[in-house]
């Protein structure tokens, strides 16, 4: 495993549109393998293929869904995601804004509007087709991630450009507490 190099926005290939995965190799398991150490090391809740230089259709996502949090009660337990051309093949009429920040664009923060649901499908990283219901952040998170595969960057969708703020470099979250750097 390695922790591969984080393409910032200036990089051509953050705007490139990826291309499909026709097989899914060693050599790609051993990329997804290599974006989950980045991801995680960032720290951030995804990472698209993208962003470490590879124009693919691949992202991975580890998030921990928010629930009613008891007194006492464990941290939410953080699931992973990894999918491989991944397509949204619902989405709810229903939009929600919210703070986004991207490991591509550090330092700043925007407020985006996105479907507060969606249905995804891909192939993980057997090569077996998957169908995941996600709602609210975990949304959001596959939303901005697919988007990279598109070349879409978050800023490319704010809801107003002067949602666009400044922030510490590795402060995101400290500075918006709902504010992940989703990746
Ligand atoms: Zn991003």
Same mark, same amino acid.
Request: charged letters at 35%.
């Given at each position: 495993?390695?922790?591969?190099?984080?393409?910032? /926005?200036?990089?051509?290939?953050?705007?490139? =549109?990826? =291309? %499909?995965?026709?097989?899914?190799?060693?050599?790609l +398991?051993?990329?997804?393998?290599?974006?989950i150490?980045?991801m995680?090391?960032?720290?951030? #809740?995804?990472l698209? &293929?993208?962003?470490v230089?590879?124009?693919? +259709?691949?992202? #991975?996502?580890?998030?921990?869904e928010?629930?009613?949090?008891?007194?006492?009660?464990?941290?939410? @337990?953080?699931?992973? $995601?990894?999918? /491989?051309?991944?397509?949204?093949?619902w &989405?709810s009429?229903?939009?929600?804004?919210?703070?986004?920040?991207?490991?591509?664009?550090?330092?700043?923060?925007?407020?985006?509007?996105? !479907?507060?649901?969606?249905?995804? @499908? &891909?192939?993980?990283?057997?090569?077996? =087709? #998957? %169908?995941?219901?996600?709602?609210?952040?975990?949304? +959001? /998170?596959?939303? !901005?991630?697919?988007? !990279?595969?598109?070349?879409?960057? $978050?800023?490319?969708?704010l809801?107003?450009?002067?949602?666009?703020?400044?922030?510490?470099?590795?402060?995101?979250?400290?500075?918006?507490?709902? &504010?992940?750097? /989703?990746?």
């Open positions: 495993m390695a922790i591969l190099d984080i393409k910032v /926005i200036d990089e051509p290939v953050l705007r490139r =549109k990826a =291309k %499909k995965v026709v097989k899914v190799t060693p050599e +398991r051993q990329l997804i393998d290599d974006m150490e980045t995680r090391d960032a720290p951030g #809740v995804g698209a &293929a993208p962003q230089g590879v124009s693919e +259709r691949v992202i #991975v996502v580890e998030y921990a928010d629930e009613d949090e008891e007194e006492g009660a464990p941290p939410p @337990k953080k699931k992973l $995601y990894t999918l /491989i051309n991944p397509e949204i093949i &989405a009429e229903d939009m929600v804004d919210g703070t986004e920040g991207c490991l591509s664009i550090p330092g700043w923060l925007g407020d985006v509007s996105r !479907h507060d649901a969606i249905a995804v @499908k &891909a192939l993980n990283r057997s090569g077996q =087709k #998957v %169908k995941i219901n996600a709602e609210g952040w975990l949304a +959001r /998170i596959f939303q !901005h991630e697919i988007d !990279h595969l598109d070349g879409v960057l $978050y800023i490319d969708r809801v107003s450009p002067d949602t666009l703020r400044r922030v510490q470099p590795g402060q995101e979250e400290v500075e918006e507490a709902k &504010a992940e750097k /989703i990746g």
